[in-house]
């Protein structure tokens, strides 16, 4: 099995990009590789400092780089020997079986929207988050930020993504899916939101729980939170500063729970809905994060996701 | 000044209710006077407890109490004579400068719109809760539940709302106004944020910085944060549960920081945009949130905020 990084992405790239990857390789020895795609001459000495440790690394040549303040749709279709739409190539033609970047978000969702293209049957793709759990292990979150403005069918489908995710990656035998509202009761939130409800309460492909509050986040109610992409993306931003604060204040460091508020203990964000199964990670990515990142795109390519997502919506 | 309270209202009603009041009356003493609203019989013996402490009270009698579970609409019309309609009619006929109640939160919304009424010219009042600054002081976030949907018109109101109580109440003289937003750039979000993006750049009223993000909730570069009563509230929610666990852990109590994420330290939530100043208590008030509560419904007295958002929404 192959799992592909995007040498350049970041703003500690390659540096932080080679590092993490000679970490993850270290850890998936025998079970997967790490094909790193980059630019050569940026990448071959950073690999050469590792010596031995690096000698398993693909290393597949992309001459351009897509930067962060990039337009993301022009640079993707503009700089084809990025090395986000080598990636994305190599993904798509099965060179690959994972495809992570911590470079421009937007391009990394262009190119999943355009290069792996959508499932067959779901509307529109949301990136997904990850949530620890008071009491131990993970809740996934989603959309995150790829969808501003969502339909009722739409929230119903990333309860269902989310659901296949929690399933077959997270281990959750029957994960709980809560819509995330601004009340209990039904009849509670916006038009789409009421609708969405009454769409997951009867779909039988899901363990509908029914609304969950914003400070049911972090408890057991829901492994799986619905929730638009512009409320998701306000809270995960807002959540990941008040670990901020505590990490500059030296606040809670200790505790099992805030340490997973560290989005290096993940290390990205995946794009749930497509053909194949992509990571985007946070731009500032240590290369712990890196790694966690490679090691999160293992276990998705080993859980077959993608293809469980495809076969649940051929049907 | 008479700043009354609602002593039936609350999960710890009416002894906390009580017990509060009396705090804030020796903060108050020379200044206001705290008028209890409530069932004589359970509020009496209460009184007594704290001897002279409680003499400059006074007690109006209200023999019915709208519970936690009630339906809104209904129980503030069938129960006239309830704690909240009693204190939004003593309230509406000037007898009071400020009514605060830690009972049911929708009966206190229907008493603001129905009792004392919108101001003229205000689209829809909006609930504002305060959120506590990195570097110190306060930030006001509106609406955080009033309204889960807003057109853009009532995100600009909410704008100019927020800048008069930060201006008038809070004492920052020139407040700068965000825009909670998935990204920066001005076309990111639905297109009701970016409507409302427009309309808040052209407003001379107000000191527009742009959209922010989730993350700049506790730094300095707003003052009044904008957003959607459904946003809001889940943002919210979630931030006051992350302080619960943390005070569960015994993590950052120490810290002034995150001693403002306490809701007792604010005591309650403004109804900005009506006629008079009404505040909405959390349901598990204690007697410290109950005074803190008044004392800021002596602050909205004597600042006139209401009176300054009818002059200013009058033009």
Known sequence: MKIALDAMGGDFAPQAAVDGAVLAAAQLAGKAQIVLIGQPDAVRPL???HGAAAEDLILVPASQ????GEHPAKAYQQKQDSSIAVG???????EVEAFCSAGNTGAMLVGAMFSVK???GVLRPAIANFVPKLHGGMGIMLDVGANAECKPEMLEQFGELGSLYARYVLGIAEPKVGLMNLGEEEGKGTAN????HQLLKVNPHLRFIGNIEGRDLFNDKADVVVCDGFTGNVLLKMAESVY???ADKGIGMGDPFFAHFNYESIGGSPILGINDNAIIGHGVSTPTAICNMLLQGYQMASAGIA??????FKS
Do not use: C, E, N
Request: hydrophobic letters at 50%; zero cysteines.
């Open 47 to 49: 690999l050469a400092q």
């Open 65 to 68: 780089i897509i930067d962060m």
């Open 88 to 94: 994305y190539r190599m993904l798509a033609s099965g």
């Open 118 to 120: 959508p499932v067959p």
């Open 193 to 196: 939101s009421q609708a969405a």
């Open 244 to 246: 901020d604060i505590m």
């Open 307 to 312: 293809d469980q997502i495809k076969a649940t």
